[in-house]
């Protein structure tokens, strides 16, 4: 994320934080290759956010952020959230992140939490 994003956008978590009670962090691996991580952490009834969406370079365009991204979601439903909201960038390098998100019923929508809507990060959300 440093590699593309201003040093106050970057909104990843640490390590420690994905170990954390509220947050569930799954990978996708290829036999001994890491695919692709994500997060979704607990904002309160009914409310999850996806974090640390990743695929490695290898997998991007091939299914393995889809895959988490699917799973993710239905952890979500699972636990009874009926809301998912995530924060990306705008500048080109995200576009791919974006369209698998608007993919999958997720649309823009206001800033939530701490973050800020502006002309690097925009905010997207899905009921479930």
Known sequence: MHRWSPACK????????????????????????????GALKELGPGRGELKSMRAA????????GETILLHLMAEAESRGMTWLG???GRPEPFVPARRLYEKH??????AFGDYVSDEFSLCMERAL
Do not use: N, Q
């Not at 990843?12 to 036999?31: C, H, N, Q």
């Not at 370079?57 to 393995?64: E, L, N």
């Not at 019923?105 to 206001?110: H, K, L, N, R, T």
């Open 86 to 88: 995530l924060e990306t």
């Open 57 to 64: 370079p290898a997998y991007r365009g091939k299914g393995a």
């Open 10 to 37: 970057v909104h990843a978590m640490p390590i420690e934080r994905l170990r954390e009670a509220d947050v569930m962090f799954y990978s996708a691996w290829d036999g001994e290759h890491l695919a692709a991580v």
């Open 105 to 110: 019923g997720f649309a823009e929508c206001p």
